[in-house]
């Protein structure tokens, strides 16, 4: 069990639209290279029936990702995505984890045993994908001995109050930053980089110049704690599709 790096952790249907989709576990080993993040577990949300490089040219990666607008929209003439903002390069990691996953690589594990394997470490929930399309006690099961958690929904109008508790909702606009604090969640906000900073928001610690730290490190996007909405946080549009964040 030592050996095990990666693991399924949940197999079902999106409740966008019944795609097959499943959630997948790297990392539970020797842990994440990723220079932002820090050495954190790294979830995938995936559709199960294809590689993530088709599901986006068919526009299905909407099982995974719903009404994101960072996924930007199928052009009907041409049939290819444009204006796509996400920073994921879908051709890297989620495309490598899926050929594992099709090879029949990761053991199916179930979500508590997942949580014993990475006790006092940190998780990220949703490395690619909608977290909130994963069953909340999933994910609960998967965070209930992790020293710090991290994660974004876009489905946060639509989906359970308790999502709320691991969650940040991922806002696009000053009107979804609004809707979601009143809602009772906070928010994570991506600005285009001419921006004025918002009001009780502080900037991704991951991305700043001066005291740069990772996403280990800061943990500060982990939801609501204790019921209380606390302080957002923005970041600044970065990566190849930047451009595209315009609101």
Not at 16 to 28: F, H
Not at 81 to 103: D, E, F, K, T
Not at 127 to 148: E, H, I, R
Request: aromatic share 6%; hydrophobic share 40%; proline share 4%.
């Amino acid at each position: 069990m030592s050996k095990i790096n990666g693991a399924i952790v949940w197999q079902g249907v999106s409740m966008i639209d019944g795609g097959e989709i499943v959630m997948i576990a790297t990392g539970l080993k020797s842990g994440s290279a990723n220079r932002k993040t820090g050495d954190m577990v790294q979830t995938w949300i995936l559709r199960s029936d294809m590689d993530p490089i088709a599901a986006m040219k068919l526009d299905l990666d909407r099982s995974i990702c719903g009404d994101c607008p960072l996924r930007g929209y199928q052009d009907q003439d041409s049939g290819k995505r444009v204006g796509r903002a996400c920073y994921v390069n879908v051709g890297q990691a989620p495309l490598s984890i899926w050929r594992a996953y099709a090879r029949g690589s990761y053991p199916v594990m179930d979500p508590a045993s997942v949580a014993e394997l990475i006790s006092g470490r940190g998780i990220r929930l949703g490395s690619y994908g909608d977290p909130s399309l994963v069953p909340l006690q999933v994910l609960q099961d998967l965070v209930s001995t992790s020293k710090v958690r991290t994660g974004y929904t876009h489905q946060w109008r639509n989906v359970d109050s308790g999502y709320r508790e691991l969650l940040m909702a991922s806002a696009d606009t000053v009107a979804d930053r609004r809707d979601a604090r009143l809602a009772g969640w906070r928010s994570f906000v991506v600005l285009p980089t001419s921006a004025d900073r918002p009001e009780r928001a502080v900037e991704c610690a991951a991305t700043r110049e001066i005291n740069k730290l990772t996403c280990f490190d800061c943990g500060m996007c982990s939801g609501v704690k204790s019921g209380k909405v606390a302080t957002d946080v923005f970041i600044l549009a970065h990566g190849t599709g930047s451009k595209y964040v315009t609101a």
